[in-house]
Nanobody, 119 residues
Framework: QVQLVESGGGLVQPGGSLRLSCATS????????MAWYRQAPGKQRELVAR???????DYADPVKGRFAISRDNAGNTMYLQMNSLKPEDTAVYYC?????????????WGQGTQVTVSS
């Protein structure tokens, strides 16, 4: 069973920074892509940033230029560096993993970590 363990959330003032981490027990060679999603109260879960196995990245428009997604050299830990945080970034942030499984794929979610941006 693949596990995803998130950390790094918390309370930060507007304009501040946080770094989220997501550690996985999946082998890096089996990973198709990893991503961060977020869900604010009363809103649908939305994609924040995605990193594919080749290292290519995609970002949602609201976070472009402020957030950066990355993976460590071993490929087992994903990060989200969040700078210039705004109150509208407040949400529960979820780690997501898509990995190879036979001819298909399996998808996993972390438990979520709360990010609150407030003065």
């Amino acid at each position: 069973q693949v596990q995803l363990v998130e950390s790094g959330g918390g309370l930060v003032q507007p304009g501040g920074s946080l770094r989220l981490s997501c550690a996985t027990s999946a082998s890096s060679s089996s990973i198709n892509a990893m991503a961060w999603y977020r869900q604010a109260p009363g809103k649908q879960r939305e994609l924040v940033a995605r990193i594919a196995s080749d290292g290519s990245t995609d970002y949602a428009d609201p976070v472009k230029g402020r957030f950066a997604i990355s993976r460590d050299n071993a490929g087992n830990t994903m990060y989200l560096q969040m700078n210039s945080l705004k109150p509208e970034d407040t949400a529960v942030y979820y780690c997501y993993l898509d990995r190879k499984y036979g001819i298909g794929a399996l998808r996993y979610w972390g438990q979520g970590t709360q990010v609150t941006v407030s003065s």
